[in-house]
């Protein structure tokens, strides 16, 4: 099964900060990433997909780029409203292995 | 308007059985494949199930395979998983959600039911 190992677990960060999430695979997926937002007591919210495509409607502040087998999730300026968690998924094969998270909270 | 409402949750002894259920509307539900995600309380995503667009393909998670059933009937716009030989593991929120077209990720999600595993 492919693993998906996302960094840091849990960031702190103020409005307006620039900050990066990445998620790293344990083999060659093909680009077939996604980046997801979840609130608390929400469903999760597609961001990102294909690792740099973006959901229509999500702010251009929202940005993914990858590396290889590293993918990194982009938020340029942070605003009140994207303190949440972060989860990648890479869907290459049928297994969709989601990374454990990335709690963004407030500094 | 795209909608996925889950239905079939609550509370159930380890060892017994329970159907999900997630109603679909807005959009042409016999045209995606659905999942079946689940989160348990204060863990992270899990993806459970997936079944094709047809129903002609269906894959597991490790931690359910043998156990849980994924299907739909796209004459009622209906998916369904079948939880049988439930353990305390198997408690979470359970959300239904849409695979986009064309290797766009997963884009629609239902609002979850939760399932408990309790005696």
């Known amino acids: 099964d492919i693993q998906m190992t996302q960094s840091p677990s849990t960031l702190s960060a103020s409005v307006g900060d620039r900050v990066t999430i990445t998620c790293r695979a344990s083999q060659n997926i093909n680009s077939w990433l996604a980046w997801y937002q979840q609130r608390p007591g929400k469903a999760p919210k597609l961001l990102i997909y294909k690792a740099s495509s973006l959901e229509s409607g999500v702010p251009s502040r929202f940005s993914g780029s990858e590396s290889g087998t590293e993918f990194t999730l982009t938020i340029s300026s942070l605003q009140p409203d994207d303190f949440a968690t972060y989860y990648c998924?890479?869907?290459?094969?049928?297994?969709?292995?989601f990374g454990q998270g990335t709690k963004l909270q407030i500094k | 308007q795209v909608h996925l409402v889950e239905s079939g949750g609550g509370v159930v002894q380890p060892g017994r059985s329970l159907r999900l259920s997630c109603a679909a509307s807005g959009f042409s539900f016999s045209s995606y494949g659905m999942h079946w995600v689940r989160q348990a309380p204060g863990k992270g995503l899990e993806r459970v199930a997936v079944?094709?667009?047809?129903?002609?393909?269906?894959y597991y998670g490790d931690s359910v395979k043998g156990r849980f059933t994924i299907s739909r009937d796209n004459s009622k716009n209906t998916l369904y998983l079948q939880m049988n030989s439930l353990r305390d593991e198997d408690s979470a929120v359970y959300y239904c959600?849409?695979?986009?077209?064309?290797?766009?990720?997963?884009?629609?999600w239902g609002q979850g039911t939760t399932v408990t595993v309790s005696s």
């Open positions: 959600a849409r695979d986009a077209v064309a290797g766009n990720g997963i884009d629609v």
């Open positions: 079944i094709w667009y047809d129903g002609s393909n269906k």
């Open positions: 998924q890479q869907y290459n094969n049928y297994s969709y292995t």
